[in-house]
């Protein structure tokens, strides 16, 4: 199970793994963000970039070590990371690494309540996000190759992962589209009739309830 972290979202894990190159002030935090990516693979939320700092810096992870000014811009507090910071910063990567944790995934929601469309217009939804995943994937693969050579591997992890889970989706969506599409999907002429005859099978009602659990009556 995941410990509770002083200052728990992503932004602060991604804000500690740039200022552990060198001190910064927030303007220079939020760039190099951008310019490592930090904000794709973590969900950044710029808006409470200065929350996050201000936290970290209550919570003894950053300190400030000074200010500067360039010409008429206003003051900036320069910030580093700190021997507690760098500490929270390798426990929390151990523990995203080294143990998995359920993630609420929007496509797993859709599909949990997939009985509510018919299985035509499925198909056809299944297609469009096929044809999404595709173009993602060849993006991302792209960028991959684009960086290749000029960037150690160890710097392109996240995006060979990502890669792999966008195609291993596209092929499990085209799966599911193609078995609808020739009817070889279990049931799929009970769940056509559902929606064309307006309720479903009693059939399929009592393997639902049986399925389901707690749904059953307790022994004696």
């Known amino acids: 199970m995941a410990r509770k972290r002083k200052v728990g979202n992503l932004m602060a894990l991604a804000v500690?793994?740039?200022?552990?190159?060198?001190?910064?002030?927030?303007?220079?935090?939020?760039?190099?963000?951008?310019?490592?990516?930090?904000?794709?693979?973590?969900?950044?939320?710029?808006?409470?970039?200065?929350?996050?700092?201000?936290?970290?810096?209550?919570?003894?992870?950053?300190?400030v070590t000074g200010s500067e000014r360039d010409g008429a811009r206003p003051e900036r507090t320069i910030y580093r990371i700190t021997e507690a910071g760098r500490a929270e910063l390798t426990d929390w990567t151990r523990e995203l690494i080294a143990s998995p944790e359920p993630e609420q995934r929007p496509f797993m929601a859709g599909l949990s309540v997939l009985s509510v469309l018919p299985p035509d217009e499925v198909i056809g939804l299944l297609t469009d996000r096929i044809t999404k995943l595709e173009t993602t994937i060849a993006a991302t693969r792209t960028q991959i190759?684009?960086?290749?050579?000029?960037?150690?591997?160890?710097?392109?992890?996240?995006?060979?992962?990502?890669?792999?889970?966008?195609?291993?989706?596209?092929?499990?969506?085209?799966?599911?589209?193609?078995?609808?599409?020739?009817?070889?999907?279990?049931?799929?002429?009970?769940?056509?009739?559902?929606?064309?005859?307006?309720?479903?099978?009693?059939?399929?009602?009592?393997?639902?309830?049986?399925?389901?659990?707690?749904?059953?009556?307790?022994?004696?």
Do not use: C
């Open 16 to 63: 500690l793994s740039v200022m552990a190159i060198q001190p910064m002030h927030r303007y220079e935090i939020a760039a190099r963000l951008r310019e490592y990516g930090k904000d794709h693979d973590m969900g950044v939320k710029w808006g409470s970039l200065y929350t996050v700092v201000d936290n970290l810096t209550k919570h003894g992870f950053l300190e």
């Open 145 to 220: 190759d684009s960086l290749a050579g000029s960037l150690p591997r160890l710097f392109l992890v996240e995006d060979d992962y990502e890669l792999t889970m966008l195609t291993a989706e596209a092929n499990w969506a085209r799966a599911l589209r193609d078995a609808l599409a020739d009817g070889s999907f279990p049931q799929v002429d009970q769940w056509r009739e559902w929606h064309s005859g307006g309720s479903l099978p009693a059939d399929v009602v009592a393997q639902v309830e049986g399925g389901l659990p707690g749904a059953q009556s307790p022994p004696d």
